[in-house]
């Protein structure tokens, strides 16, 4: 199972620098990616709508209600999130684009768009989509903390973090948006502050489960491996613990390698902007 959230997750989760860029983290954002999470797919669906048993036959029943009706804004967020869930987020941010062009003034189609461009990597265009989708008179938690997953994806972490604080004060010790905050400390490098973060998101009672895997992955990479299986084996059946084990040492392998290969580079000058 962390193998298939870890291969889920988009490629704005890979650490940029060399000696952290093997290392693939799942954002509650971020990447969220599956198109349910409240970040980067929460499209939503009527309350009591029945769900389609397997993504592929999600995909086609949406698919079929798209086609049937394409200026539907709600046919167009939910095809988009079943494109997003089987990972064709191009074609996702795509379907999106055209409808919100039909429906400029669509508060939900407009944070659908934007939460699908954060999938799909389109930061800066993501997080200008995102402002329009917000309203200051009715402010959204989940489409603030989305704009902080954007901003720190653009190197922004202070900014990010002004978001993440304030969709925690609309939504106090909401796990999803604790995860990016934790996430965006692993961005910038501060292990210790990332895992307390996640510790308080895991412990929240509805916490994905990518929380943890998350959480297991921040522990390993400060060296503590025999905690962060402990983590990732918690609850789960023998098989997939041992899964999971084996994924998380692949993991933390590859990034020992990369460091080791940087620390062994050349010193070489490095040009900077100024």
Known sequence: MLRQLLQQCCSARLLASTAWSAILLLGL???????????T???????????????QRE?????????????????????????????????????????????????????????????NGNF???????????????????????????L???????????YYASALRIAPEEPSVLSNLGLSYVLSKDLPKAEEVLRRANGRPGADPRVRQNLALVVGLQGRLAEAEDIVKADRPPEEAAANVAYL???????????KDADNKPATAVARPD
Do not use: M
Not at 41 to 55: F, I, V, Y
Not at 126 to 150: E, N
Not at 249 to 258: F, V
């Open 152 to 162: 720190d994806q653009l190197g922004r972490y202070d900014e990010a973090r002004q």
């Open 249 to 259: 040492r692949q993991l933390l392998s590859r990034k020992e390698r990369a460091r």
């Open 59 to 119: 995909l086609a029943v949406y698919r079929e209600r798209f086609r049937a009706n394409p200026k539907d804004a709600e046919a167009a967020l939910q095809y988009a999130k079943a494109l997003r869930t089987t990972g064709q987020r191009s074609q996702a941010v795509a379907i999106l684009e055209q409808a919100t062009i039909a429906h400029p003034n669509d508060k939900a189609l407009l944070a659908g768009y934007g939460r699908a461009l954060v999938d």
């Open 41 to 55: 797919g929460s499209l939503g669906e009527p309350a009591g709508a029945s769900r389609p048993a397997g993504p």
């Open 29 to 39: 954002c971020g990447c969220q990616t599956d198109g349910a999470s409240d970040i």
């Open 124 to 150: 800066q265009q993501a997080f200008d989509v995102l402002s329009r989708a917000h309203s200051p008179d009715d402010p959204d938690w989940g489409i603030l903390s989305a704009q902080g997953t954007a």
